[in-house]
């Protein structure tokens, strides 16, 4: 960023932003939708294919105005064009930030570090596409003469979320001959679980680990190796025929075993959490194919060439990403529901967590100072119509500021009688009640008690947006994860903070290398933590019966 850009409260725009909001902020929905007929076609915006209503939150067109002379104001334009020419925007780990090359077509030109990238990521993508079909097609023998016919994917953060969400969401495109599991946490029961019913022989595992060196993921995969040449009598050279790497860590796989013929290879400019569409997406193209990998690659490109061309007032990741900074920074909200209506994404909200809360939960600058303002909400959220029946209430009539993100598609992939119809009524009904709710003469109109009349009442004025499309496809899918990204992006700019590194995540690594052995070791260890876990270690050993 440049440092011609004022800190994010003194400008301009923010300080608009703030006597706006002194002036909107008991203004209900019912007033803003009575006062303008239209509102509900007005305020609403489609790209790619991707149709986002936005009327049902609590803005009206100079709050639009505001916010977008706000992200004007903090270099957003200036910023999302260094992010596509490859500039090391990642300060913190000096590292350009380029998912976006992922799905950039052949013949276009990203250079890093004086080297074209595009050549080499359609290098690898020929390389999976290659695997995939034979697997595939049954022609990649195990070891013992069988097909493949289990696979699993070890790996944990971005090199599980999104693999175990694009499955499950592209489930309906997925090959069904071929199982696939995710094992991802040091739980030994998640590894136990996912082989107890498998027989080595016809199992592929795919271990993914942008670094090779994270301890749940080589944990794991050390004793996915046993559990594998157990089975199959101890032959180690069978372990080149069930074993492969996606990795930016070539030294680190050979080391582990793995034939480096068989790693696909990404590279540090793709972060964890942007890493579904890179090799780490292995196993998605495993079930779905290299053409519905390469249609999921399509959408991404379809909304990241949006993003970069479209002026901010017709920018969907723009303006999702300012609706969300209102309600975090102006009023308060500190989470974000996402739900979608669509079985299929029932994984959705987890990788979001990643995506946005490991991306946008920073307390300094760029700069290193600490910021005064609120930086990334907390993301939550479960499909409907189970939500409903479980935390709705609180959105409904609780005290909080919820701003909820619906997501529906028109189209069901499994068209049962009047399902689809019924559940689109309810998303449609849950984002009017959030709105308008229920008026005390309403509720006292249809002839409830008085004693009960007010645990009726639905004060409304809850806002949400409702993001539609046609059908959920490889190609939805990725429109739909790039406008996330792109939000995400959108926000961590203004908010002046660096979205692509992760050092939170250090401390608890570190303290655990520490505790490990003090829990492992057979003499009574000599600890000097803090007496709270100084106490919890030595229960711990008594209770496993420590020697
Ligand atoms: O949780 C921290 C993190 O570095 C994530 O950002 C990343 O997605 C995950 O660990 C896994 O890392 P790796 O792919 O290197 O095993």
Redesign the pocket.
């Known amino acids: 960023m440049t440092a011609a850009i004022a800190p994010l409260t003194a400008r301009p725009a923010w300080q608009a932003l703030k006597a706006h909001h002194q002036q909107i902020r008991e203004v209900h929905l019912q007033q803003l939708f009575a006062d303008d007929p239209q509102r509900g076609e007005r305020l609403t915006l489609e790209a790619a294919g991707l149709y986002l209503d936005y009327s049902k939150n609590r803005i009206t067109d100079e709050t639009v105005k505001l916010l977008l002379q706000l992200a004007r104001e903090s270099g957003l334009g200036e910023r999302i064009d260094a992010m596509f020419r490859g500039e090391k925007i990642n300060v913190t780990e000096k590292r350009a930030v380029l998912h976006v090359a992922l799905r950039t077509p052949q013949g276009a030109s990203i250079v890093v570090d004086g080297e074209n990238v595009v050549p080499q990521v359609h290098a690898v993508l020929a390389k999976m596409a290659e695997f995939a079909q034979r697997i595939r097609r049954g022609d990649w023998r195990g070891h013992t003469g069988k097909p493949i016919k289990n696979v699993i994917n070890i ?5 599980d979320l999104g693999p175990v969400m694009a499955y499950e969401a592209l489930k309906h495109y997925s090959e069904r001959a071929l199982t696939f599991r995710f094992v991802s946490n040091i739980d030994g029961t998640d590894f136990a679980e996912a082989v107890r019913d498998l027989d080595p022989g016809e199992t592929l595992f795919i271990i ?4 090779f060196t ?1 301890l749940e ?1 080589m944990t794991n995969a050390h004793t996915a190796r046993d559990w594998f040449l157990a089975g199959l009598g101890g032959e180690v050279k069978a372990v080149a025929r069930h074993f492969v790497a996606v990795s930016t860590n070539t030294e680190k796989v050979r080391e582990f075993g793995i034939d480096t013929a068989n790693m696909f290879e990404f590279w540090d400019w793709v972060g ?2 942007y890493s579904l569409d890179s090799a780490i997406g292995l196993s998605t193209m495993l079930a779905i194919g290299p053409d519905n990998f390469q249609a999921m690659l399509s959408g991404f490109h379809q909304m990241d060439e949006h993003f970069r061309t479209a002026p901010f007032e017709a920018n969907l990741p723009v303006l999702l990403g300012l609706l969300g900074l209102w309600y975090n920074d102006f009023f308060g909200a500190q989470t974000v529901a996402v739900l979608p209506y669509e079985q299929y994404l029932k994984r959705f909200p987890a990788y979001l967590q990643q995506l946005t809360m ?1 991306s946008n939960g920073k307390q300094v600058t760029l700069e290193g100072t600490a910021v005064d303002y609120q930086t990334g909400p907390i993301y939550w959220g479960e499909p409907g119509t189970n939500g409903q029946h479980s935390f709705y209430q609180l959105i409904h009539q609780g005290t909080r500021l919820i701003p909820c993100d619906f997501i529906a598609f028109a189209q069901p992939l499994n068209p049962l009688g009047r399902h689809h119809d019924m559940l689109l009524a309810n998303v449609l009904a849950q984002t009017e009640a959030l709105a308008f709710g229920k008026a005390p003469e309403q509720v006292q109109a249809e002839g409830t008690p008085d004693w009960l009349a007010p645990h009726r009442v639905f004060l409304g004025n809850r806002p949400s947006n409702t993001i539609l499309a046609a059908r959920l496809t490889p190609e939805t899918l990725g429109k739909l994860v790039a406008l996330y990204e792109h939000s995400v992006f959108t926000q961590g700019t203004i908010w002046g903070i660096n979205s692509f590194d ?1 050092w939170g ?1 250090e401390l608890g690594k570190a303290l655990a290398q520490r505790i490990i052995p003090e829990l492992e070791s057979r003499e009574e260890p000599r600890l000097a933590h803090d007496s709270s876990t100084n106490a919890l270690i030595r229960r711990y050993r008594r209770l496993k019966g420590a020697p």
Do not use: L
């Not at 790996?155 to 090199?159: D, E, Q, T």
């Not at 993914?208 to 670094?211: G, I, L, N």
């Open positions: 790996g944990i953060g971005g090199s993914s680990s942008k670094t994270t993921t964890g959490r490991e992760q995540v």
